[in-house]
């Protein structure tokens, strides 16, 4: 009886402690405009990314994120007179960042879709992805999209457009991982059949791994865009307006040129 | 072989980023560390004393069971779940303000964590202390707190000793995660460069190598402390 007595109010306080960490959250959900004067006040804006998707970000030298999301960011950065601060953690928990106000904006090369713009707000897209299949040369297995039957095991980063894609249209089996540089991995020992990603980060990574190969066909499109807190349309103003401007001088593909011919 | 290493280490200045991440990794474990036996310790001395006050007293018995059942409860609950999932409610939920460094919430994590193990390291010693032992101090007229401070607690330190030391060493391995909340550790060091150069398993081994090194370095430190200790043994 004790026992029992014990568990219940043990199992009671867990609830009342998730409870508290929701009220938490849905004060801030509830006041975009609280945090939006934060925002105003603090003179340092914050970035989260992913560091592993080059040309977009990535680091040469082990600390500093570099690409050209950051390029974008630091014009971004300078057009609000604010210093620009990056944090470098996964790439679903950049996701969660924007939408908790850990961050200003997430720059990840990330896609808009449907159930993302429900829980955070979406700048004008700024580029353009291919999605492509890379494949083990030695393999063979994996000649085309068709290839792709439920015997295939497909590789892609967790929360990516192309994890979903997998889920959804293929049937193939599934494969997450944190960073393009383990699916690679595992590809090369032919753990996996092949990766679906960003043409542009795909071709960094065939460049330099010999083994791998990209096949001609292209598996989908899709554009990416930065992400905001939902409702503070303030900071998505003011990211819009500097991503137009980047887009009208064509700013954008020069940075895409500079981090990929090097 | 050569160059490998020039690409992981040199080119770029990139031994800048292992001892950046090196040093964090020696601050957030250090700190956390401090904290968790801080917690840990006001922990297992509030189990210790509530398991063992056989008042009589109606108010001193609730205050008791509701002190113990809190320690009880913390323990279960922080013990019961996996710290790569506290860290992520910690740093998302509860630390959700945008200006608090990601270092503290890392700090904050592991410290909590690792309190509730340390709290049942530091009972459990105290426990083993023969029973004689507080009676004896009793009878010579110390007081509850003389008998622990004086006769209990510096014989329990021994028995605390080697297990506390391996709870450290654990925790300082398990930081290693903390790259997924944006602090740069030597792991997320080493898995940014190799990212950056291609090649995943030297920097990553060089990571290893750096745990291993420190962990040695501790390792050697305690066996020194309780050599240091076990002087007057007769065993």
Redesign the interface.
């Known amino acids: 009886m004790k026992r029992l007595i014990t568990i219940l109010l043990a199992s009671l306080m867990v609830i009342f402690l998730a409870s508290c960490g929701n009220g938490a959250t849905e004060t801030e959900t509830k006041a975009p405009a609280g945090t939006e004067e934060s925002v105003n006040t603090s003179g340092v804006l914050i970035m989260a990314t992913e560091a592993g998707f080059a040309p977009y970000e990535y680091t040469e030298d082990g600390s500093t994120v570099v690409g050209v999301d950051v390029d974008i960011a630091n014009e971004i950065a300078k057009a609000m007179g604010k210093e620009l601060r990056i944090e470098n953690m996964s790439f679903d928990g950049a996701l969660l960042a924007v939408q908790q106000g850990k961050a200003d904006f997430a720059a990840a090369g990330i896609s808009v879709t449907e159930e993302r713009a429900e829980v955070m707000d979406f700048s004008v897209e700024y580029t353009t992805s291919r999605q492509v299949i890379v494949v083990n040369k030695e393999a063979g297995v994996i000649n085309s999209i068709d290839d792709l039957n439920a015997d295939a095991v497909v590789g892609v980063q967790t929360g990516t457009v192309a994890d979903f894609f997998v889920q959804d249209e293929l049937e193939s089996q599934l494969k997450q991982y944190s960073k393009f540089m383990e699916a690679a991995m595992d590809l090369k020992n032919n753990k996996i059949d092949c990766i679906i990603m960003d043409a542009l980060p795909a071709e960094e990574m065939v460049k330099a791994n010999e083994e791998l190969a990209i096949l001609e066909e292209e598996v989908f499109t899709d554009k990416y865009a930065i992400a905001v807190q939902k409702g503070n349309t303030e900071m998505l103003d003011a990211i819009n307006e500097v991503l137009e401007r980047l887009i009208a001088e064509g700013k954008i593909d020069e940075f895409i040129i500079n981090h990929t011919t090097k | 072989m050569s160059d490998i290493l020039y690409k992981v280490l040199i080119e770029?200045?990139?031994y800048?980023?292992?001892l950046?991440?090196f040093k964090t990794t020696l601050l957030l474990s250090f700190f956390s560390v401090l904290l968790g036996t801080a917690i840990g310790f006001v922990i297992a001395i509030i189990k210790y004393v509530t398991d063992h006050n056989k008042s009589q007293n109606a108010f001193k018995c609730t205050c008791n069971f509701i002190g113990n059942?809190i320690c009880?409860?913390y323990i279960?609950?922080i013990r019961g779940t996996p710290v790569y999932v506290q860290m992520?409610?910690i740093?998302?939920?509860?630390f959700?303000n945008?200006?608090t460094s990601?270092l503290l919430s890392g700090v904050v994590c592991f410290g909590i964590n690792s309190s509730a193990y340390v709290a049942e390291i530091i009972r459990a010693g105290i426990e083993a202390v023969d029973g004689g032992q507080s009676e004896a101090g009793r009878s010579l007229g110390l007081s509850f707190l003389q008998t622990m401070i004086y006769i209990v607690i510096p014989q329990a330190i021994k028995n605390i000793l080697p297990a506390l030391g391996n709870e450290f060493i654990v925790l300082i391995k398990e930081t290693a995660i903390v790259?997924?909340?944006?602090v740069?550790d030597v792991t997320?060091?080493?898995?940014?460069?190799?990212?950056?150069?291609?090649?995943?398993?030297p920097?990553l081994l060089l990571a290893a190598t750096i745990y291993f090194i420190v962990v040695m370095i501790l390792t050697k430190l305690l066996r020194g402390f309780e050599r240091r200790l076990a002087k007057s043994d007769r065993r």
Request: charged share 15%; glycine share 6%; aromatic share 14%.
């Open positions: 770029k200045d990139r800048l980023a292992y950046e991440g059942f009880n409860a279960a609950v992520l409610i740093y998302f939920v509860i959700s945008r200006e990601p790259g997924n909340i944006a740069l997320k060091a080493a898995m940014n460069i190799g990212v950056a150069t291609y090649n995943y398993l920097p």
